[in-house]
């Protein structure tokens, strides 16, 4: 009975070998498929690639009439995009926490522009002296707009980009107005201490 089993199985597995698996390389590309439309190229690269390479290898074997080879790559491709598709929710998690807490950090970064653009102001500086950092603090403040308006619609690897750009912009700028007002201090005459004067012979 056993024996009569195995042979079945045997014959069956011939069957299918001689046949093209084209109904499980469709299955493979709707998973393929499916995987790059939830974000596997941004989210889960390394087993997008797996997937799809594979499912290549699949088509590959098919126009060779290796049906075997066809239908374990096929079997791959399915298996590496659902693997995509699983890491893809807390890869996405991940970068909306650090692209949330990058924005944070810039935004903090403006507040201490501002500060230090109001001290500047308060000492004096001129505002055509201001002018080119006020444009750089504007540049930098709808960017910021922007990047929190990307960050809402999910585009974390666009935040990502744009906190590393507002990084470099933002942070050289508290300085620049301290560095403007401390010329500005510089510039204005010390007021001596009045002595006491000597009683007249």
């Known amino acids: 009975m056993a024996m009569r089993r195995l042979v079945l199985l045997a014959a069956i597995a ?19 498929m499916r995987a790059q439309a939830d ?13 799809s390479t ?6 590959a074997r098919l126009r060779e009439r290796d049906y ?4 374990s790559a096929a079997n791959d491709a399915g298996e590496s995009a659902r693997l995509a598709i699983e890491s893809i929710g807390p890869a996405k998690e991940k ?4 692209t949330t807490l990058g924005l944070a950090e810039v935004r903090s970064a403006l507040d201490r522009v501002t500060e230090e653009r109001a001290a500047a102001i308060k000492a004096g500086v001129a505002a055509r002296t201001l002018a080119p950092l006020d ?6 403040g709808v960017r910021v707009a922007g ?14 980009d744009m906190v590393a750009l507002l990084r470099t912009e933002v942070t050289p700028l508290p300085d620049l107005y301290r560095s403007t007002r401390t010329a500005q201090e510089s510039k204005k005459p010390r007021t001596r201490p009045a002595g006491r ?5």
Not at 68 to 71: F, I, S, Y
């Open 135 to 140: 444009a750089r603090m504007k540049t930098a």
């Open 39 to 51: 974000g596997a190229e941004v989210y889960a690269p390394e087993r997008w690639k797996e997937a």
């Open 147 to 160: 990047a929190g308006n990307q960050l809402e619609a999910g585009n974390y690897g666009y935040v990502a």
């Open 95 to 98: 970068a909306r926490n650090e």
């Open 197 to 201: 004067r000597r009683p007249s012979p």
């Open 54 to 59: 594979a499912l290549g290898h699949a088509h």
């Open 14 to 32: 011939i069957v299918a070998c001689d046949h093209p698996p084209t109904r499980e390389i469709a299955a493979a590309e709707q998973q393929v």
């Open 68 to 71: 075997q080879g066809a239908l």
